[in-house]
């Protein structure tokens, strides 16, 4: 809880941080760059830098974070939290680096307030920032502890076993474990981390989400090929895409990630578009692993049926479940083999089907689709803490927060 010396100075100098927190974000990863280049070797995700995604994922979650303790001291933005833990474990992100963090944020913050930072607010903001970080801290070691392992060992080695064309632009990857060591679990929903040695030598890191369910040796997922379009290439899918075969060895993290399936029993709810069909497809195969018999909706979007990744996967799943059904929206028009229940033409529209009373949802797709899906459910009713969505990327939305 944040103390009563700092509460006041944090209330009087949130506005002038949270204008700021762009610039101060901004300034924070460059002078930490500067200051420890290894960061950006396997740790950090140079596209995203680039693109300024995370620090503006950043910076939003310290404004809010700081926001949320001045209205509920009582009580911490939970969900923020565990997207954010779960991201640090699966890059085996270890307590110490917490201080290289807290010194170039400080810096970042005196460098663009100048004056304004005087000794009162350097401490109430320092205040902050640790009860972020003994929370963040305290969730990893969490995560870690519940897979017994350490940061320094959440990475291992796979042999890739098949590399499937899904569509023109994804294929599938299934990979085998190269030693006899057990498996971790996944949960359903849950990603890895996938981290490739770059042509300049340097390590890149990106999220996969898992596609199918555990069998204790393989792990499968699906990596759609990002082009430039005017802007670079997205270096690691192609890298994935052009480079890796059958039979090389590739690294990858155990499975972490918030965005998992309710099996409490209730209507489940799948809203997904394009390549965010990946967590979706995951979750079905393991409903299907565990014999479920739970009620369960698939509505999926994407530009035409050809697009449609894992389409073959996914409807084998559906129709492997006793009591379960799919809907697909596509672009260009409703044409389609698929043999689906029902078949659209345009955008994803909730409301021409029925949807079960009391569900729980998981969406996955770019932003704008989210967004959309989010609100025409709410304003059927759904109410907000039943909708769960994982991002591709650094969450820029943060709608569920707290
Ligand atoms: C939880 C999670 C799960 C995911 N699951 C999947 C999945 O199942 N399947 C899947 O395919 N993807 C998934 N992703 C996305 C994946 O992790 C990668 O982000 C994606 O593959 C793109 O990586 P890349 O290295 O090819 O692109 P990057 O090189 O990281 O590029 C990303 C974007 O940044 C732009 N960019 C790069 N450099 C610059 C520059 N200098 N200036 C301007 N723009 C630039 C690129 O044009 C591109 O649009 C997931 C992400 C998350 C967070
Ligand atoms: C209180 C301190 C910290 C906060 C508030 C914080 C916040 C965040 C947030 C909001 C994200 C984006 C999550 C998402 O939406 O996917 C993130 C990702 C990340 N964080 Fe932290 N973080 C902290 C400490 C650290 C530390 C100590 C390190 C290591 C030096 C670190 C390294 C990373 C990396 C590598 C990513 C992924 C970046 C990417 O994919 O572009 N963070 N963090």
């Given at each position: 809880m944040l103390s009563e010396k700092s509460r006041p100075v944090i209330e009087a100098t949130l506005p002038v941080v949270g204008e700021n927190i762009g610039a101060i974000a901004q300034r924070f990863y460059q002078h930490m760059f500067g200051e420890h280049?290894?960061?950006?070797?396997?740790?950090?995700n140079r596209g995203n830098q680039a693109e300024g995604t995370q620090q503006q994922a950043l910076a939003g979650s310290v404004a809010m974070f700081a926001t949320a303790l001045v209205e509920h001291p009582d009580r911490l933005p939970e969900h923020l939290l565990q997207r954010v833990a779960h991201k640090h474990a699966s890059l085996g992100l270890r307590p110490d680096q917490y201080q290289v963090v807290y010194d170039n944020l400080m810096w970042a913050i005196g460098d663009v307030l100048g004056d304004a930072v005087t000794d009162e607010v350097a401490a109430a903001w320092s205040e902050v920032y640790w009860l972020m970080a003994f929370a963040l801290i305290h969730m990893e070691r969490g995560l870690y502890s519940a897979r017994g392992v350490r940061p320094e060992i959440v990475w291992r080695d796979w042999e890739v076993t098949e590399k499937t064309r899904e569509t023109d632009d994804v294929v599938t990857f299934r990979v085998k474990r190269l030693d006899d060591r057990p498996v971790r679990t996944s949960l359903p929903g849950q990603y890895v981390t996938v981290k490739m040695l770059m042509p300049d030598g340097v390590h890149q890191p990106r999220q996969y989400s898992l596609t199918r369910a555990d069998d204790g040796e393989h792990r499968s997922f699906a990596v759609k090929r990002v082009r430039g379009d005017g802007k670079p290439a997205g270096e690691v899918s192609n890298l994935l895409h052009d480079t890796v075969d059958v039979g090389d060895v590739i690294t990858m993290s155990l499975p972490f990630g918030d965005v998992v399936l309710d099996d409490s029993g209730r209507p489940l709810v799948f809203c997904s578009a394009g390549i965010g069909v990946t967590p979706m497809a995951g979750m079905l195969s393991h409903l299907v692993a565990a014999g479920s018999h739970f009620d369960v909706t698939v509505l999926h979007a994407d530009a035409d049926e050809e697009s449609f990744a894992v389409r073959g996967q996914v409807l084998a799943d559906v129709r492997a479940l006793p009591n379960a059904r799919m809907y697909v929206w596509y672009e260009q028009d409703a044409t389609g083999t698929l043999d689906v229940d029902g078949r659209f033409a345009g955008m994803m529209d909730v409301s021409a089907v029925d949807l079960p009373a009391g569900a729980a949802y998981v969406l996955c797709g770019p932003l704008p689709f989210m967004q959309a899906v989010r609100s025409a459910l709410i304003d059927r009713?759904?109410?907000?803490?039943d909708i769960q969505y994982e991002v591709f990327g650094p969450d820029l939305w943060q709608a569920d927060a707290d």
């Open positions: 280049p290894e960061l950006l070797d396997g740790l950090f009713g759904v109410p907000p803490q």
